[in-house]
């Protein structure tokens, strides 16, 4: 399938980046082998995965969807990968990326954009679209993300797939190359809410080698999905988000997500509007907190270390010359964009402004998310506020790319789970419902979600 469809950057979905065909086939052998003789395997043993290309895999390169780790091919896997190996997953490949997780459309891929399956001139949702994309074109039953602002959930709802936000802490970070480490959550996307948690469980729990993973058991969230999957949601209370869900949505996507709400009543669920007054000021705030750790973060890309250097020509070149000279050639526009303000937010004189008041901001989110759910068990509003646009349309106006960000944005700021799952259709195209729960109650959303797709 993957070579029917998936073709490269010039044509055809390109979900991936690197197809690992060999090995998956003598794994899937393997796994064959190991059923033949009885061996007791878990539920997902043999099903073939596609990794976003930004969790370190072991004799895949992982280029973070760019031209600075081209090439690099580490030397251990993440927690997340290992995991999918040690459960009998077949690792199909590496998905294509917006480079280091910047973007919401996988255009600032460094290897050429993803395509999305229903319709090749449009975006598959980013900065996870291959990951999204693989799905809703069959080439994968199953695929991992990262969502530090919405990377899962907005992909997912583009392209009609589900994606879960796992609680900051549920999945490992060992080995996701962080892009802001305070907001990164590797998670699990598949077509169906059941297919999503049974990967879930598979991906998820404490991992020691993450300092921030939750050393707690991780919610059961395949037992939740089934008890959904029976349509009753009788006793749930259901906060309807009123910032996340009237002015700046397409008409269409309001639409759709005012019948999952009367599908959500239908099903016995207690329907309230909410209100999250701070949560208008989130986009801002993240748009100061993620570049300021990804300039952190990205600063080991110094052309010392991994991936690409360049040199400059002549004699007595320095140290610093490289790395300038490693940047300029390695990063992508959007990189530099989130460096240069990120650097600039942080500096002296102006941290307490930028950095310091958007973590105030963060704090005031949380607290409202906090009381929102002292009267609900979960929230819920569109995952995006548009269908899949054009490619190109947004390219030259980051501001206007960030703005589709709005409805996502505010569980990453507040540690929360969060899934996308499909509602429907507006101009033939697809739209998600989001469910936002509080931290570690990740089953909540598989339940309810469940309840919704049947
Ligand atoms: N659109 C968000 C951004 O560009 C998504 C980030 C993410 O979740 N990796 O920051």
């Known amino acids: 399938r993957i070579a029917a469809v998936d073709g490269d950057a010039d044509g055809g979905v390109h979900a991936f980046l690197h197809v690992a065909a060999d090995s998956a086939l003598a794994r899937a052998a393997e796994i064959d082998a190991a059923r033949g003789r009885g061996e007791e395997l878990g539920p997902l043993a043999g099903v073939p995965i596609g990794v976003k290309d930004v969790l370190t895999t072991i004799g895949q390169p992982t280029t973070c969807g760019s031209r600075m780790l081209e090439g690099w091919v580490p030397p251990y896997d993440a927690t997340v990968v290992r ?32 395509r999305n399956p229903w319709d090749a001139e449009r975006i598959p949702g980013g900065s996870g679209g291959g990951s999204a994309a693989a799905l809703a074109a069959f080439e994968a039953p199953l695929t991992v993300g990262s969502d530090t602002g919405g990377s899962i959930r907005q992909p997912a709802a583009l392209t009609g797939t589900v994606g879960v936000k796992p609680t900051y802490g549920g999945v490992s970070r060992y080995g996701l190359v962080a892009l802001a480490s305070s907001l990164d959550q590797a998670g699990p996307c598949a077509r169906t809410v059941l297919d999503t948690a049974l990967l879930h469980a598979v991906i998820g729990g404490h991992d020691p080698l993450d300092s921030t993973s939750i050393p707690a058991p991780a919610p059961d969230v395949v037992a939740a999905a089934r008890a959904g999957a029976t349509g009753d949601l009788t006793g749930v209370r259901v906060g309807i988000v009123r910032e996340l869900s009237g002015e700046g949505y397409e008409a269409g996507v309001l639409q759709r997500f005012e019948e999952s709400v009367a599908i959500l009543r239908e099903a016995g669920a207690e329907v309230v509007e909410v209100s999250l007054p701070n949560i208008v000021h989130a986009l801002a705030a993240y748009y100061l907190i993620l570049p300021s750790e990804c300039s952190s973060n990205l600063a080991k890309f110094d052309g010392m270390r991994y991936g690409l250097r360049v040199v400059p020509e002549g004699d007595g070149v320095t140290a610093e010359q490289v790395m300038r000279a490693t940047r300029a050639a390695g990063f992508g526009d959007e990189a530099k964009r989130r460096i240069i303000l990120g650097t600039y937010a942080l500096s002296a004189g102006y941290y307490d402004a930028y950095y310091g008041s958007a973590q105030k901001v963060r704090t005031l989110v949380q607290r409202d998310f906090a009381a929102a759910f002292g009267q609900v068990d979960v929230l819920v509003s569109p995952t995006a506020p548009t269908v899949a646009y054009r490619l190109g349309e947004k390219l030259d106006d980051p501001l206007a790319m960030y703005a589709g960000d709005v409805a996502t944005i505010p569980a990453n700021l507040a540690g929360l789970p969060g899934m996308s799952l499909p509602c429907g259709l507006s101009d033939g195209l697809p739209v998600g419902l989001q469910i936002l729960a509080p931290q570690q109650a990740d089953d909540r959303l598989y339940r309810v979600g469940a309840a919704v797709e049947t």
Do not use: I
Not at 83 to 111: P, Q, Y
């Open 83 to 114: 995991r999918l190996h040690e459960a009998g997953l077949v690792v199909l490949g590496k998905t294509n990326m917006d480079e280091f997780a910047m973007g919401s459309t996988t255009e600032h891929s460094a290897f050429g954009p993803t």
